[in-house]
């Protein structure tokens, strides 16, 4: 049997560079030019003018309304004393960063609505400023004065993000939503593909910034001679049966150095592995490539094998730490720190890879379902500890005491699979940390020099039940509509079309009342939200699709082409269901959310607090309870944490030291963003996005800015 793969080293011959204390904030410091603060992706800024005396005083400074409305995931950037952000059907647009004045919009709502974005990449080289903006599967390269396309770059100003992948994978669905990373003259970008085995290939790939031409690829999933080749099967890299393995969550870059941190998500099918037996890398992994060329430096395998969607959720932190060295005496290392799903920090020495608190290959379950084989041992830190809960500490006793059907939560909850790293099952099996985390696309927050993580984590569990798959001939005497349906949809969206809300998946009964046709024909095609699209439908079968929703299929005008072109497993899952109690909150005990203040020089939590506020509770008295969060936060030097990310709609500010709350406000709508703070003219500002939607708040159209009166 293979033997696990967890770090491995390449030849380096890079020197090791001391920290560097910054004290005043120079020009670049003052704004926020980089996706989430920075190169090293630490939400960090040095401005200190917003402090914990007088944070009590922000008002709102400046408001701007988007031509449109939704969630709104975007860190915004700050460069130059101008704003750029993205709206809810990602268009970009360019704000007076004092003012919030618009200055100039990109983009057409009408055909971009349908994937989320987290913002944009700015280059510069003396004159040419751009701004590199990915609308779908295109990467568009903007004058960032006037927000009108470069025609020099790519085709007449854009590229196709499929560009160097096999001709297997030049139709299949594919969106970026995370903003890409400058190194020089290039730019890597991350992406978002299928979980299904239909996926395309994860390839890491660089393009040059000025004139779009792909530079570098490294293969995700190995090909032949390749290191890593032998821990799938032999034609994975063919991409006729398996996928993804993908970064879609960014990266973070140590430029001085070259070196590009890169996390990647699980091989698709996310769920069932049995046409992909092996470890599986580079899946799941936090790699370390040579910026200038994709050469692999080192990499760490965070999951192996991975049947649970373990996707490394966020860029990872370049930070120093101290530690003890062999001589007794304390030593700085320049180190890089990975938060996971599943609730797990995972340390490494930046250069080396070395793990600088061991981690354990701990014995995993070996049952599973028939054709599928779990890889035997599955990786652990033994510090810090988890931030969020493990299923397997779970007993009867953690379901919720504000449950009204507390009994017979507990009688579901014992016939669910509970162990560590268990497999998915048909009695279904518990997912906590949940499919969304743990930590999450908000990431964490760091001051590089003090060597603490802030991080905010859900606990919301979730249930993986699988069944059988249909066979053919139990879909044949389906209309070709319901066909398709059964086969890509039901999954989600239930058989009775009624989806599950609690969840997040919309009924689609009676669809014909609240969209129109070419509305639901451009969604199956181009995906929304969690969901993908289905670009392997041919028109006829998208057309049969439509027009079954709708309730108008003609069957004898559709062609009789097969419905199903992925490649067939025997299970699939039964959607994404969260472990709820019939008032729709959590079935498990509080806290629901947290935020945590990690010491990763020594591995100990400074502080954790539950983060955020179910009203319903609170007009009974519960104190807090927590509640799902998605965004991250931001830490200054002046001792703030701030962060909004809670559904409960609020905006706060915390001392970083002890974890107390020093300000709150109620937001227009939910603000699933991180925010950002700049200083424009001697004024220091937070601005945050405000588009709710998700978790069923309600929907908002703002980006909201902050200030000392």
Same mark, same amino acid.
């Given at each position: ?22 004290s ?48 709104? &995931? ?22 007076d ?20 974005? /987290?913002?944009? !990449? ?69 992406l ?7 996926? =395309?290939?994860?390839d890491?790939?660089a393009?040059?910034? /000025? ?11 190995? +090909? ?20 993804? %393995? ?8 140590? /430029? ?11 091989a698709?099918?996310?769920?069932y ?9 580079f ?38 730490? !101290? &530690? ?26 930046r ?22 084989? #779990?890889?035997?041992? &599955? ?5 810090? =500890?988890?931030?969020?809960r ?13 449950a009204?059907? $507390? ?15 268990a ?24 001051? #590089?020099?003090?060597?603490?993580? +802030? ?5 919301m ?20 509509g ?14 009775q /079309? ?5 969840s ?9 009342? $609240? $969209?129109?046709?070419?509305?639901v ?24 699709l ?31 269901n ?11 005990s ?21 983060f ?33 990310? !809670? ?22 709508? %939910?603000?699933f963003?991180? #925010? ?8 220091q500002?937070?601005?945050?996005a ?14 909201? %800015?902050?200030?000392?009166?």
């Open positions: 049997m293979l033997k696990p793969l967890s770090w491995c080293v390449g030849g380096l011959a890079l020197i090791l560079a001391g920290a560097q204390t910054v005043i904030p120079n020009d670049d410091q003052r704004e926020w030019r980089e996706y989430l603060g920075g190169p090293d992706r630490n939400h960090f800024s040095p401005l200190t003018q917003i402090n914990k005396n007088n944070v009590k005083n922000l008002k709102v400074a400046w408001t701007w309304s988007m031509p449109d409305s939704g969630q709104t &995931q975007v860190n915004p950037i700050v460069v130059n004393g101008v704003l750029y952000g993205v709206t809810a059907t990602v268009q970009a647009f360019a704000l960063a004092a003012t919030g004045k618009q200055l100039w919009l990109f983009g057409d709502k009408s055909k971009n609505g349908s994937n989320t974005s /987290r913002g944009l !990449t700015y280059w510069e080289d003396g004159d040419d400023k751009r701004i590199m903006h990915a609308m779908g599967s295109y990467l568009y390269a903007l004058d960032a004065r006037t927000g009108k396309v470069i025609e020099s770059f790519g085709d007449n100003g854009r590229i196709d993000l499929h560009t160097g992948l096999p001709e297997t994978a030049k139709s299949k669905y594919m969106v970026s939503n995370t903003p890409g990373t400058i190194f020089e003259d290039l730019i890597i970008m991350p978002r593909l299928s979980e299904e085995s239909d996926a =395309a290939p994860g890491l790939r393009f040059n910034v /000025r004139t779009g031409k792909l530079v570098w690829t490294f293969h995700t999933i190995p +090909y032949p001679g390749e290191f890593g080749y032998e821990t799938f099967p032999p034609d994975a890299y063919k991409n006729t049966f398996t996928g993804a %393995a993908n970064n879609w969550a960014g990266t973070a870059i140590d /430029r001085k150095r070259g070196i590009l941190y890169v996390p990647t998500g699980s698709g099918y996310d769920f592995g049995g046409k992909r037996k092996g470890a599986n890398l899946a799941n992994c936090l790699l370390a490539l040579d910026a200038r060329t994709g050469k692999r430096l080192w990499h760490f395998q965070t999951m192996h094998h991975d049947l649970w969607d373990r996707d490394l959720p966020a860029p990872p932190n370049l930070i120093t730490v !101290t &530690q003890t060295g062999a001589d007794g005496k304390p030593r700085k290392i320049d180190a890089v720190a990975q938060v996971s799903k599943q609730g797990y920090i995972f340390l490494f020495d250069v080396t890879g070395k793990p600088l608190f061991p981690i354990k290959e701990v014995t995993a379950p070996k049952d599973a379902l028939p054709g599928e084989y #779990p890889w035997p041992t &599955q990786p652990v830190p033994s510090k810090p =500890a988890p931030y969020a493990q299923a397997y500490t779970l007993t009867e006793n953690d379901i919720s005491i504000h009204p059907d $507390r009994d017979s939560l507990k009688i579901k909850f014992k016939g669910y699979k509970k162990a560590l790293f497999a998915p099952s048909k009695e279904g099996t518990v997912i906590l940390p949940g499919f969304d985390g743990g930590a999450e696309w908000g990431g964490a927050a760091a001051d #590089p020099n003090e060597g603490i993580l +802030y991080v905010n984590s859900n606990e569990a979730w249930i993986l039940t699988m069944k059988d798959t249909p066979k053919e001939s139990e879909l044949s005497n389906l209309s070709p319901e066909k398709v349906y059964t086969t890509y949809c039901v999954t989600c969206h239930g058989a /079309r009624k989806g599950n809300a609690k997040g998946y919309p009924s689609l009964v009676d669809i014909g009342t $609240r $969209r129109d046709k070419a509305f024909n451009q969604l199956v095609s181009s995906g929304k939200g969690m969901m993908p699209g289905f670009t392997m439908l041919t028109a006829d079968e998208k057309q049969a439509v027009s079954f929703l709708f309730g108008d299929e003609k069957v004898e005008a559709v062609s009789e082409t097969p419905a199903s072109k992925k490649v067939y497993l025997p299970y699939q899952s039964t959607g994404y969260k472990f709820l109690d019939a008032n729709g909150l959590p079935a498990i509080p806290p629901w959310g947290t935020l945590n203040a990690i010491d990763l020089n020594t591995g100990k939590f400074l502080w954790k607090i539950p955020g506020e179910v009203e319903s509770l609170k007009a009974k008295g519960v104190p807090t309870t927590g509640t799902e969060n998605y965004g991250g936060p931001v830490v200054t030097a002046s001792g703030l944490l701030f962060i909004a990310a !809670t559904k409960d709609g609020k905006f706060r500010a915390f001392d970083k030291k002890t974890g107390k709350l020093l300000w709150e406000t109620q937001l227009p709508a %939910a603000g963003a991180t #925010p950002a703070t700049y200083e424009v003219n001697g004024k500002y937070v601005v945050i405000c588009g709710g939607t998700k978790l069923g708040t309600k929907k908002g159209n703002q980006y909201v %800015a902050f200030a000392l009166e």
